[in-house]
């Protein structure tokens, strides 16, 4: 089949469309045909070796997928051949097709085209897993999030609004931010000349942050927090290593908790498939009935997954980078 490879860490033009030996379905996995993936943040870093792919996972890029159910391996119920779906990947998503545990498998939502449901799975998971099983968001409670016009973004400030939440977040345009609160958003800010922490204070203090910034924003979002705040952070663009003041955490009773999808295991309670079961109970229901949409900003062919790549560095986008297969 063909797939994205890579011969050596670098810059996007070390993306190339060649050609890999063909995925089996092993116990409890089926095989996809791809219809399309979608970039992620992740998906540069590993291209940069600076994300080591977990043990026993595709050395292909993608983090998720949609596509129809081609082969179905021993011991797997409920998922016939001619299925469509889209799945939560380990990896494997930049190709023409791909294996994946059953059990991290979702129903092409009634009403979402296909290639449409690949902007679905990474960020419905994430979000859910980290802001509502976490961070146990509730209704009438303030959720910063980080980075609004982004996939995950997008799909946080529709998830925290349906769940009765007030939402304020931070983009670096106006149009982004305008986007924002067609969504829904109450509050938002441009992070480049607006000071998120006395916006959010004046708000009364964020409940729950959802970050992508790690160290950069570390202190500032505990400085943003109500009493009995929660950040839960997703990812380190602002680095890796942060000072954190324990005693103005305490004051407010707050916590840090931190946690990535991709390396969870398929079981358990904490694992992708526990994930994944959550999201099909809580998430799709709303999906289908259209309350809560994928935000795709453009499509582009798989083959040129290195202009969807470049995209993201830009922070040109707003919502998801469709990789489609023609």
Known sequence: MRAITQESPGGPDTLVWGEVPDPVAGEGEVVLDVVASAVNRADLLQREG????????????????????????PGVEGWRVGDEVCALLAGGGYAERVAVPAAQLLPRPAGVELAAAAALPEVACTVWSNVFMQAGLAA????????????????AIQLAKRAGARVATTAGSAEKLAFCRELGADITINYRDEDFVEVVRAAGGADVVLDNMGAAYLARNVAALAPDGRITVIGMQGGRKGELDIGALLAKRGSVYAAGLRGRPVEGRHGKGAVVAAVRAHVWPDVEAGRVRPVVHTRLPMARAADGHRILEESSHTGKVLLVND
């Open 50 to 73: 600076n994300y080591p792919v977990p043990p026993g996972a595709s050395e292909v890029l993608g983090l998720e997928c949609s596509g129809i159910v081609s082969e179905v391996g």
């Open 140 to 155: 009438g409670e303030l959720l910063l999030v980080h980075g609004g016009g982004s996939g995950i973004g997008t799909m």
